[in-house]
Structures are given as structure tokens and as C-alpha cells.
């Protein structure tokens, strides 16, 4: 498994800690003994009488906590193995490894709210097998499998340690990319069909790529939306291919419409000019093309060409 993220790879699998509670529940075992022979003898407990005790016993005392430390251990990684088998395949896409529809998701609401909050770039590839339909009625189900398996591995491999890659459903994967900007997911994707084309030509993807800012909201269904969009339009200009959703979305267009709002009133108070009209207003919140928007930032009014 290359260096992506994968659903092994857990920060604390419970095959390791449990071990380890295991390990501080065995105390209790020679402490429990020599607590019932403090009860039995009637002693009043003193640490005198426990370090002759202890001192006395020592075989006895050493045995109970060894073994008792042994079995708890044991038993705390048996049961944290089969913790940890039974999480992962409750993430897992039996066929291909990658993580499942609903692990995606709660990642992906997770990535949206720190982008929001943090401000920081953040990208999803919708990933579509094309021709499965095709193949599967042709060579049969498993060469459809081979093929989805293959896609996979090669995911596993192309997308970083930071991505998230999972199995949407059918022929239809995702990767969550934090901290990505638009561009860059392209480059990942084009990656990803180089390397699957080096593989096996005859299997090839269509890409859907987009981020925050091509969304319709900041939330993960426009995301998924934008993504899915934008891949179904590469399967309709011929398929493997790569398609970037694009900027001009209703968000997109608020912000613009936004920015040149305040791009008249700042002219108006730098140049001394009259405060726009409310035409102009109106005018300003009119849903603006990106270029249009640009050219209007960069091309501010002056006190001559006010006159």
C-alpha cells in the first residue's frame, strides 16, 4: 500500500491501547489478593504489615501479577484486533479497500467545516469508470470487478497521504483532497489516469473536479454536486477526460455582485464624487461575470473621468 491514506491506517487502532488497559487492570489482581488477606487476618492495614506481607510472599505476589499481566494483555489484543476489523470493514469497500459512501461523507462534512473555518482551499474528484455497463455485458461481472479493483489500487497509490479516496457506489469513486486548490486536484487527476492508462488502456475515467469556491454553498452536498456535474459533462464531450467545474455559480456571483457593490461606494469616497444612485446600486448587485468583475476592479473611476 503506497503512501495515501488508507482504511488500516488508524492514529489509534485498539489493538494497541487496549494492551494497555489491559495492563493496568492486571494490577489489580495482587492487589486484590493481598487486600483479602488483610481482610481474613484482620490486620489493620498498615504499610508495615504490607511490606512484611509483600516481603514474604514474594513468589506468590510476583506470579499473580505476571500471569494476570500476560493473560490481560493477550486477551486486550485479540479483542482490539477484532474492534479494529470490525470498524474497518463497517468504512471499508469490500472490493476495493478504498473507504465507503458513508465514511466519505462524515469526512466530508468534517473538511468543509474546518476549510470554513480556517479559510483554506479545499477540492473533491468525482471519478467515473467509463464503459462498466459495457464491460461487465460483455466479459461478465468479475472482468467489471477487476476493473473497479484496479481503479482503486491505482487511487490508493496516485492520491497523497492527506487525500481521502473512497468507492461512492457502482462505478463512481471520490477523492477528497483538503487544502488543494481547484488547479492542483487537476494535476491529481491527470495523474491518476496516466498512471491507470500505463496500466490497463482499455480502462479510463472521467474526471469531475471542484472546490469550495465552485460550489454552490459551502456545504458538502453542492460540493458533491459541483464535482458530479462536472464529471458527467467530461463523460458527454467523449470520456477520459478531465473537466473543472466552473467559477461562475450562484455563491461566485453573489461574491462578485458583493465586491463591485463596494468597489462604487470606495470610488465615490476616495474621489469625492456623488454616492451611486440607486440604479447604480442595483446595477452593482446584478449578477456579474468573473471577468466582468475584474475588469471593474481594475479599471476604478478617477476624478477626471468622474467630471
Excluded at 487492570?25 to 512484611?52: C, D, I, N, Q, T
Excluded at 476495493?96 to 479545499?122: D, G, I, K, M, S
Excluded at 454553498?217 to 458527467?232: I, V
Aim: aromatic share 4%; net charge positive.
Amino acid at each position: 500500500m503506497a503512501t495515501s491514506m488508507s482504511p488500516g491506517d488508524a492514529r489509534w487502532a485498539r489493538a494497541r491501547t487496549y494492551p494497555l488497559w489491559g495492563a493496568l487492570l492486571a494490577a489489580g489482581a495482587p492487589a486484590g489478593y493481598l487486600a483479602l488477606k488483610m481482610a481474613v487476618s484482620g490486620s489493620p492495614g498498615s504499610l508495615e504489615w504490607v511490606a512484611r506481607e509483600v516481603a514474604g510472599s514474594v513468589g506468590t505476589y510476583g506470579y499473580l501479577g505476571l500471569s494476570t499481566l500476560l493473560v490481560f494483555a493477550a486477551l486486550g489484543r485479540i479483542l482490539g484486533r477484532k474492534e479494529d476489523a470490525l470498524e474497518q470493514s463497517s468504512a471499508t469497500d469490500p472490493l476495493t479497500r478504498l473507504w465507503n459512501r458513508r465514511h466519505l461523507r462524515r469526512r466530508l462534512a468534517e473538511e468543509v467545516a474546518r476549510a470554513t473555518r480556517l479559510q483554506t482551499p479545499l477540492a473533491l474528484l468525482f471519478v467515473d469508470v467509463d464503459r462498466l455497463k459495457a464491460l461487465n455485458d460483455r466479459w461478465g461481472h468479475e472482468a467489471g470487478d477487476l476493473a473497479l479493483d484496479l481503479v482503486g489500487e491505482t487511487l490508493r497509490e496516485t492520491c497523497r497521504a492527506t487525500d481521502v479516496a473512497a468507492r461512492f457506489g457502482g462505478d463512481e469513486f471520490v477523492v477528497l483532497a483538503p487544502d488543494t486548490t481547484a488547479h492542483q486536484a487537476v494535476d491529481l487527476a491527470e495523474r491518476l489516469r496516466t498512471v491507470l492508462r500505463s496500466r490497463l488502456p482499455s480502462v479510463t475515467v472521467s474526471v469531475g473536479v471542484a472546490d469550495l469556491d465552485r460550489a454552490r454553498a459551502l456545504e458538502l452536498e453542492s460540493l458533491l454536486e459541483a464535482a458530479d456535474r462536472a464529471a458527467y459533462r467530461a463523460k458527454a464531450l467523449g470520456r477520459d477526460r478531465i473537466e473543472l467545474a466552473p467559477l461562475d455559480c450562484p455563491r461566485q456571483r453573489d461574491r462578485n455582485s458583493r465586491g463591485a457593490s463596494r468597489l462604487l461606494r470606495a470610488s465615490a469616497e476616495t474621489t469625492g464624487a456623488p454616492r451611486p444612485r440607486a440604479a447604480e446600486l442595483a446595477l452593482a448587485h446584478m449578477r456579474l461575470p468573473p471577468s466582468v468583475a475584474r475588469s471593474a476592479r481594475r479599471k476604478r473611476p478617477t476624478a477626471r473621468s468622474m467630471r
